[in-house]
């Protein structure tokens, strides 16, 4: 049987699914995330009054309240909640509420206990499950996609302190399963970066895997496409960025995704996960 739906037989929780952790973000920090989304997935957001979710936003709203605002340009009509499990930060942010617009209220990975059965086009959660085991990843994100519309988005990831870096997997609830769409990679070019850079950032899924035989293939062939880029007297990190993407996909054959937009912008977008991901079909 499909993971979503022996999770949506489940009892409904009161409770939220997960343990407080550490609150920090930044003003900011998770503009990247934002912009891929607003390139890749406008037309997922553009109909409706569709609702958006932030989990665990933090000690501050400021990332929740940043994602609508960036995503208004697409869709006027946005609805957002942010959750949050730690009770104190729901507080803080309560001055940001709009009516029936921005909410903040007590929540968990059960976001359809929050939302009180209603389904969210896009649901995110940034620099969340870094901070749980690798066993528990499975359950959080098929609770969390339990509360996705037909459609709709997952994004969960993590970066470095100031959103330089980013590393996200993306999914898409398509009918009751989750599919694995792509696996990003995200720098603003502000410094000189190597592929084993991101390894720190990796989803909590994959951190301790990175000397499995798929992940260090990869790693490996990005490091040899950003030295070719380098020894051809590439001097410019978006365009050893760029060509380093080329090679990954031109010579080793790699699912990149082939929107020279997204390159240019600073994101690599792997259409693999890199690793089997039985949990999603089990
Ligand atoms: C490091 S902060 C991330 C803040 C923000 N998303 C960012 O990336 O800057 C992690 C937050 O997630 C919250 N959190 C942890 N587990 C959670 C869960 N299961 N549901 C909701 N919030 C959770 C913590 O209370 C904490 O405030």
């Known amino acids: ?27 900011n920090r998770l503009r990247q995330i934002d912009v891929f989304i607003a390139l890749t997935y406008a ?21 929740a309240l940043e994602m609508r605002e960036r995503w208004l340009t697409i869709n006027p009509r946005l ?28 929540g968990g990975f059960n976001v359809r206990d ?11 959660a940034y620099n ?21 519309e037909d459609g709709g988005i997952l994004i969960e990831g993590t970066s470095n302190p ?10 898409r609830k398509v009918s009751t399963s989750l599919r ?3 696996l990003v990679f995200g720098t603003n070019f502000r410094e000189a970066l190597e592929p084993v ?44 960025w760029i060509s380093a993407g080329n090679y990954l996909r031109d010579q080793a054959g790699y699912p990149i995704d082939p929107r020279e937009r997204l390159l240019r912008r600073g994101y690599l977008a792997l259409r693999d996960p890199l690793l089997p991901l039985a949990w999603l079909d089990s």
């Open 1 to 27: 049987m499909n993971s979503l739906l022996k999770l949506g037989a489940m009892p409904r929780r009161t409770r939220p699914v997960g343990q407080p952790t550490r609150g920090k973000t930044a003003l």
């Open 43 to 63: 037309d997922v957001l553009s109909s409706g009054s569709p609702l958006i979710v932030d989990v665990g936003y933090g000690a501050q709203a400021w990332t």
């Open 79 to 106: 609805r957002l909640l942010g959750l949050e499990i730690d009770a104190e930060r729901v507080a803080v942010a309560q001055p940001y509420a709009q009516q029936s617009l921005i909410e903040f209220k007590l």
């Open 114 to 124: 929050a939302t009180n059965g209603e389904r969210a086009r896009m649901i995110r």
């Open 128 to 148: 969340v499950l870094r901070q749980y085991e690798e066993t528990e990843v499975p359950a959080a994100i098929l609770t969390m996609a339990n509360g996705l």
């Open 162 to 171: 100031t959103g330089r870096m980013v590393v996200s997997d993306v999914y």
């Open 180 to 182: 694995h769409e792509m």
């Open 197 to 240: 850079d991101f390894q720190t950032i990796l989803p909590k899924r994959l951190i301790h895997h990175m000397r499995d035989d798929a992940p260090l293939r990869f790693f490996e062939a990005w490091r040899r496409g950003l030295s070719i880029a380098k020894g051809a007297g590439r001097t410019n990190l978006r365009e050893q």
